[in-house]
């Protein structure tokens, strides 16, 4: 077992560097690896930048983090617990694809957007919250999260974006709450919902929001 705790800075002939980004491949694999800690300096998280750490069980992401590049936990199997930091607006594509064992999920009300697949193949995931307006990618972000039937949208939430659940065809029942104005184009085509709950605030359904819903 193997924790790694990367420093704030590092001394550079005689200069203090702040650590702001995790580069492309750092930990790749590096499947030793059961604990990390991040520098409140820290930035960037990189492409690839954890890729397969499969003795990863938990992770947390730092307020200072702005940036994650695609795939940085993919195959992180054994993953269960990830708590993301104030600082992301962005979750990019594929960030915890295969992250198999990943069972919770909250979106922070600071995250506005999730890219295509986000969460792809996270079969275990059965519990997402979702805090503020998010909207999605086309193609979803959700594609194999056979476990994921149900959906909490929190009461803060006066927006549920375009494509955010498209595809994802687990999804069974949703209660929207009062207080959401705005359904996005195509956020649940493709779903398997059977029930859902609209809310009387409810203004704007956009444009195929409910298409190929075939159970509903």
């Known amino acids: 077992e193997t924790e790694l705790v990367i420093p704030s800075s ?3 002939d005689g200069v203090s560097v702040p650590v702001e980004k995790i580069g492309f491949n750092s930990f790749k694999e590096k499947t030793s ?10 930035k960037g998280i990189g492409q690839y930048a954890f890729a397969g750490c499969t003795g990863l069980t938990t992770f947390e992401i730092p307020d200072s983090v702005t940036t994650m590049d695609t795939y940085a936990f993919k195959g992180c199997s054994n993953l269960e617990t990830i ?7 962005y979750i990019t594509n594929n960030v915890f694809e295969g992250c198999s064992k990943l069972n919770n999920v909250i979106i922070p009300a600071n995250v506005t957007s999730l890219g295509k ?8 995931l059965d519990t997402l ?3 503020g307006n998010v909207h999605g990618t086309n193609g979803g972000a959700f594609s194999g999260c056979s476990a994921l039937d149900t959906v909490t949208i929190g009461s803060g939430v006066t927006s549920i974006g375009n494509y955010l659940f498209q595809n994802h065809a687990a999804l069974t029942n949703i209660t929207i709450p009062e207080g959401v104005t705005e359904l996005g184009q195509f956020a649940f085509s ?17 444009n195929y ?3 190929n819903c075939t159970s509903l």
Do not use: Q, R, W, Y
Not at 33 to 42: A, N, Q, R
Not at 83 to 89: C, D, F, K
Not at 118 to 124: G, I, P, S, Y
Not at 190 to 206: C, D, F, K, Y
């Open 209 to 211: 929001a409910f298409s």
């Open 129 to 131: 919250t979702i805090t």
């Open 10 to 12: 590092f001394v550079v």
């Open 117 to 124: 697949d986000t969460f792809k193949d996270c079969v275990a």
């Open 83 to 89: 708590t993301i930091g104030s600082g992301l607006t």
């Open 190 to 206: 493709g779903t398997g919902l059977t029930t859902i709950t609209i809310p009387s605030s409810l203004a704007t359904i956009g």
């Open 33 to 42: 690896l059961t604990s990390v800690v991040l520098p409140d300096t820290l």
